[in-house]
């Protein structure tokens, strides 16, 4: 890394970045949810073994949703890569009360996945942007299903939606609910099948099925970057 990007990102990291988490702070307690999601998530947490698996367009509504696990004495914990973007996006994390380890869920093996394989034994909730970092925007990368076979954890797929948002021009699709939105979640309980059912492999396409399927009938802002499993295949 250059010296000038050392110098930039410890400007970002020590000034941009705490009034960024303040203002999101005050900017996210003005959301709705319609309908309110805590007995829903009370009873998902009632399962020892946790993964919630959610696109990356959506990642400003997650922290909400680490607010209801953690009220059910669930913390949630995220996979974050180990380069610069990743340490910010950590402390980003950090702040709204998921704890990170770091790994990828692109990873083919273990190593990549341990910290968040871990964890997810040890009672924490799991949280994987499934489609991260690059994308297809809603193509979930095979991680997913191979943390979710080692863990023996079952795959919450969590799609959300909302009535008025901020849309960026990034391959994600990302967008901001504005101030005063309504949030609408949806969760669908996934497990993964045996081998002669298809395995992690059916695992995968499930998760991609049903976070396309629920985002569009929830009329997400993501539904305009979610393709049809044929047009990647």
Known sequence: MSKWRELKFAFINTFLAPVGIRVLRLWMSTWREE???GDAV??????PRLIAAALHGATFCLPRLANHTKRTGRVACALASPSRDGR???RVLHSFGIETVHGSSRSKGVAGSRGIIDAINDGRVGFIVV???RGP?????EGIARIARLANAKVVCVSVGCSRA???????GLFLPLPFARITYDFRI???PPDDEGGADKLLGDIETALREDHIRLNSPLVARLQPRENHQ
């Open 35 to 37: 309908p309110p999601i």
């Open 42 to 47: 009370a009873k998902i947490c009632e399962e």
């Open 88 to 90: 910010l996006e950590a």
């Open 131 to 133: 489609d991260g970092p």
């Open 137 to 141: 925007a809603g193509v979930p990368k």
């Open 166 to 172: 901020i849309r960026f021009r990034s391959w994600d």
């Open 190 to 192: 996934l497990t993964v």
